[in-house]
């Protein structure tokens, strides 16, 4: 299973796709995020259904200093690198 998520909020500048790689890597997910020029974070995410529950519901929180106003996920089947990176702005 393969969820495509998109956060906003102030969820840039803030640290929010470091702190994603690291819980990410956490749980064992693959995948990767990136932030869009629309000041969203766009994420794509593979793993166990646990585990990938827990990094969206993460997501809703976010880092200290990011503000989540709203979480989108969507299913995928996007092609994914091994492990979970961090990409350029989209």
């Not at 495509?4 to 749980?27: E, H, N, Y």
């Not at 990094?55 to 880092?63: D, F, N, R, S, W």
């Amino acid at each position: 299973m393969m969820q495509r998520v998109f956060i906003s909020g102030k969820v840039q500048r803030t640290g929010f796709r470091d702190w994603v790689v690291r819980r990410a890597t956490d749980l064992g997910v693959v995948g990767w995020v990136r932030n869009l020029k629309d000041g969203r974070v766009e994420m794509l995410v593979a793993g166990e259904e646990d585990a990938m529950t827990a990094l969206i519901e993460a997501c809703h929180e976010g880092p200290p200093h990011a503000r989540v106003d709203h979480v989108e996920t969507r299913a995928d089947s996007e092609r994914l690198p091994k492990g979970f990176t961090k990409r350029f702005t989209a």
